[in-house]
């Protein structure tokens, strides 16, 4: 079985700055892929970022980038350049790749707030 | 990038009846599936919808409460039935690419 886990609940960062935002998982599993959503308040899950446990390089995708440590089975998603629009829930989430599809577990979240 | 158009977006529904999710996805997709987000939680899978065959379920989930349909590659609906309060949530359905899984915008459903 897999598991994800957000050990941060909330987090303050103000406007500009970086911040981190955790995220360990769980597997026995030797090919996974490792998710980041962002759900504002409306309840939409946009996809942030993907890291494939392949994957040699660390993906990037404009302000978001993923630190990923295979031996220490850690995805933290990092934010530069923080904006007040970037306040919402953040979601790691863990895939099995079954038969053409991503099957998602999801952690319990981190509620990012951005200050000026 | 898939664009997955769901709705209704929100209703309110009596408890006892019935409510049906649609998702239509705009390009061809092998498997879709749908998760519940109950109030301040994190998403659950209910199931996963497969064409031409029966949903599968995951534990604590039933065919009788969330039946499921995916009639071709490119649409599937969830219908929660016989509804309760404890139904009201968040439901999402997702499709999925090899490095990607995209979400419809949700149905935020509320019980009375």
Redesign the interface.
Known sequence: AQKITQTQPGMFVQEKEAVTLDCTYDTSDQSYGLFWYKQPSSGEMIFLIYQGSYDEQNATEGRYSLNFQKARKSANLVISASQLGDSAMYFCAMSILTGGGNKLTFGTGTQLKVEL | ?AVISQKPSRDICQRGTSLTIQCQVDSQ?????W?R?QPG?????IA?A?QGSEATYESGFVIDKFPISRPNLTFSTLTVSNMSPEDSS?Y?C??????????G??T?LTVV
């Open positions: 990038s997709v092998t498997m879709m599936f998760y987000q939680q994190s998403l659950t899978l996963t497969n968040i999402l997702s499709a999925t690419g090899r490095t990607e899984a995209f979400f915008q949700g935020r």
